[in-house]
């Protein structure tokens, strides 16, 4: 069984953040702040505002074809130090969240709550920036990836953490020839030119890589480290929630 453990407050990594297209957010380079010159997300005076913006999904397991998501949600915004959150909702394509503290690493929850057709799906966004685009993935869309792995047919877990992966260089670009490791060795497959294989060990010209059923706990979840290595050496530090999956761009470029 993996074991994710939870990371101190103070962390000499801060968490990649997810980029601006069906993934949603804004890059920042692994192992680096994106903060002031004290390593601070948010300004000398950051009053708590709304965060809002649009609700997507995702239309198939090449993760860059979205559409509007219609259904209702309950939002979370996972606080700063990742014990508590602030509760929103949203529906018809939009949603806000009130009292938020704009942050460059704001982990958003979106729950589906009559929709049993997608997932609870966990991003993180420069909720400075104004308004955000969260996506959400449909289980179908998960299913059909985890179908590709013959070897040990699975299926998505309700009590276990999903962890979707996009690497990428400073350009946007998506990497290819890294290994995903993270602690514990939960299982791993990565996407092909045109499929997603399980014989695969490192990322290919799309850069996408899927970490399935790892053990995770509930709702706001837990922190832990992505290592990178082949044709990058990075650490990152990423969330994930027992039930949910996490949407994640990398930038590997310093």
């Known amino acids: 069984m993996v074991t994710v453990g939870c990371q101190q407050e ?23 702040s994106r903060g002031g010159a004290d ?11 709304d965060a809002s913006g ?26 700063e130090k990742g014990l508590d ?26 729950e589906p709550v009559t929709d049993k057709s997608s997932m609870a799906t966990l991003s993180v966004h420069d909720s400075r920036t104004g308004a955000l685009r969260v996506p959400l993935v449909p289980i179908n869309v998960l299913q059909g990836v985890l179908s590709t792995i013959q070897s040990d047919p699975t299926t998505p877990s309700s009590i276990a953490a999903q962890l ?6 400073g350009a946007g670009q998506p990497v290819k020839g890294v290994k995903i490791f993270v602690q514990g060795g939960p299982d791993i497959t990565y996407a092909t030119a045109d499929t997603w294989g399980e ?3 490192n990322t290919d010209s799309n850069g996408l890589a899927l970490v399935y059923n790892m053990p995770a706990r509930s709702r706001p979840g837990q922190e832990f480290t992505i290592s990178l290595s082949g044709s990058v050496d990075k650490e990152v530090d990423a969330r994930v929630i027992a039930g949910a999956i996490t949407v994640l761009t990398i930038n590997v470029d310093p």
């Open 199 to 201: 014989f695969r060990d």
């Open 85 to 110: 959150f602030t509760l929103g909702e949203g529906g018809d394509g939009t949603f806000s969240v009130p009292g938020v503290e704009p942050r460059a690493d704001t982990w958003i929850l979106v």
């Open 39 to 49: 390593g601070s997300t948010t300004g000398p005076s950051s009053p708590a505002a």
């Open 164 to 169: 979707l992966l996009r690497i990428v260089d």
């Open 54 to 79: 649009k609700l997507t999904k995702f239309e198939d397991d090449a993760f860059r074809a979205v559409s509007e998501y219609l259904e209702p949600v309950n939002i979370y915004v996972i606080d």
């Open 10 to 32: 103070e962390k000499a990594r801060p968490p990649a953040l997810a980029s601006d297209d069906g993934f949603s957010g804004g890059p920042i380079a692994a192992g680096t």
